[in-house]
Structure formats: C-alpha cells, structure tokens
C-alpha cells in the first residue's frame, strides 16, 4: 500500500491549508487512517484519526476545535483541513494508514507534507 500527500506549505497564522492523502496498491482494505506530526527535535505525534467503520474520530487536544479530519471512501483518500493555524502547528505531517491485504497486516507511512506556519 501506498500513500501520497500533498497540500502542506508556507501560511500566516491564522490561516487554513488542506492537506490530502491518497492510498492507492492492490487488494487492500483500510481500517484506519490517520495524521501525524513531527516538528524538529520532537517525536511523532497524533494529530487526528478516522476510522473505517462508523468514521469515528479521534483529535489531539491541540488540534480539537481547528482541524477536521475526513475520508472519501469511495477514492482512498483523506483529508485534514486545517484553520486557525499557529507557529506551534509547523512540522511535516504524514499520513498513515492501517489495513489488511490479502496476505497480512500492513501499516503504512506516506513520505510527508511540510506545514510551516509565520507568526
């Protein structure tokens, strides 16, 4: 399975971008997807999360309120429309996604999307 990002860039504070990510292969499902974040020097983190079944959702508290995750089932493809962004937002956000194929489990990482927001 693969994945491709795109949308990250340069914004003021205060402004919206809309990152996307395609998922694209042969003869998988996907139970979750979700968006990651790594400023430099920091770990990894959550930033939000979707479900395959039902489209529950799960947001990082600073996020919750400013970014709205969401999946185009039909296309494989997410979604994070992100407002009201701060300096603190800037990083490269990835995109994962968790499934099945028809041999096993996968778990995979898009190559990142460069999010800088200017104060």
């Known amino acids: 399975v693969q994945l491709v990002e795109s949308g990250g860039g340069l914004v003021q504070a205060g402004g919206s971008l809309r990152l996307s990510c395609i998922a694209s292969?042969?003869?998988?499902?996907?139970?979750?997807m979700g968006w990651y974040r790594q400023a430099p020097g920091k770990q990894r983190e959550l930033v939000a999360r979707?479900?395959?079944?039902?489209?529950?959702?799960v947001y990082a508290d600073s996020v919750k309120g400013r970014f709205t995750i969401s999946r185009d089932y039909a296309k494989n493809m997410m979604y994070l429309q992100m407002n009201s962004l701060k300096p603190e937002d800037t990083a490269v956000y990835y995109c994962?996604?968790?499934?099945?194929?028809?041999?096993?489990?996968?778990?995979?990482w898009g190559q990142g999307t460069q999010v800088t927001v200017s104060s």
């Open positions: 994962n996604a968790v499934g099945d194929t028809e041999i096993s489990r996968y778990d995979a």
């Open positions: 292969g042969m003869g998988f499902t996907i139970n979750t």
């Open positions: 979707i479900t395959n079944l039902g489209g529950s959702t």
